[in-house]
């Protein structure tokens, strides 16, 4: 059973508009998600996370949202580049060690 | 900088032949893990280590062990590697359940 979700394997975004990469996740005990950016041949780098208490974070670009009721993440990234293009995962935790990860999203921003 | 190093990179090894990964970090964090990722998959926790407590995840083959001589370096020993075996291995760090940060990751190959 997946806890955490990414139903778009891929997507495709023209250079300077938004992106937003989505994630579901089913169990109501996370509290904690991060998302992270993937190139290939590397580790996960950490890009931004969000605590349950919050319904928004920002970093620069980067604006991540959660929706609690609906059980739902999403990452946003405006203006997007062509550095952006990578696979983006979210992860969850229920506020143990353990984070589930999800299969990931494959960003490729056009130039 | 501080930071998760992994060694080596890439390794291929034979089909029955141990093979040993290593982790050393520069972060001083207390919690180091190790997950295994395959090809469009998510990363899938394999153990980790709470300071000198060792943590298995119930699904982990008993083919795969750790050590962690102290608190900067951990090892992933692979005692007779199998073709499903072969995947990327990516060493995590944390400072107790706090934002994990990863290795580049080492890539083996299994013939």
């Known amino acids: 059973d997946q806890q955490v979700k990414q139903n778009s394997p891929s997507l495709s975004v023209q250079e300077g508009r938004i992106s937003i990469l989505n994630c579901d996740y089913t169990?109501?005990?996370?509290?904690?998600f991060l998302w992270y950016k993937k190139y290939p041949a590397e580790g996960p780098t950490f890009l931004i996370s969000?605590?349950?208490?919050?319904d928004k974070n920002e970093d620069g670009r980067f604006t991540v949202f959660l929706n609690k009721s609906a059980k739902h993440l999403s990452l946003h990234i405006v203006p997007s580049q062509p550095g952006d293009s990578a696979v983006y995962f979210c992860?969850?935790?229920?506020?143990?060690?353990?984070?589930?990860f999800g299969t990931g999203t494959r960003l490729k921003v056009l130039a | 900088d501080a930071m998760v190093i992994q060694n080596p990179r890439y390794q291929v090894t034979q089909f029955g032949k141990p093979v040993t990964l290593s982790c050393s970090q520069t972060?001083?964090?207390?919690?180091m893990y190790w997950y295994q990722q395959k090809s469009s998959q998510a990363p899938k926790l394999l153990f980790h280590?709470?300071?000198?407590?060792?943590?298995n995840e119930a699904d982990t083959p008993d083919n795969f062990q750790s050590r962690r001589p102290n608190t900067s370096f951990c090892f992933l020993d692979i005692r007779s590697p199998g073709l499903g075996d072969a995947a990327m291995y990516l060493c995590?760090?944390?400072?107790?359940?706090?934002?994990?940060?990863f290795g580049p990751g080492t890539r083996l190959t299994v013939l």
């Open positions: 169990n109501s005990m996370f509290d904690y």
């Open positions: 969000i605590s349950s208490i919050k």
């Open positions: 972060l001083n964090h207390n919690v």
């Open positions: 992860a969850a935790s229920s506020g143990t060690y353990k984070y589930i």
């Open positions: 995590a760090t944390s400072r107790y359940t706090d934002t994990q940060y």
């Open positions: 280590y709470y300071d000198k407590d060792f943590n």
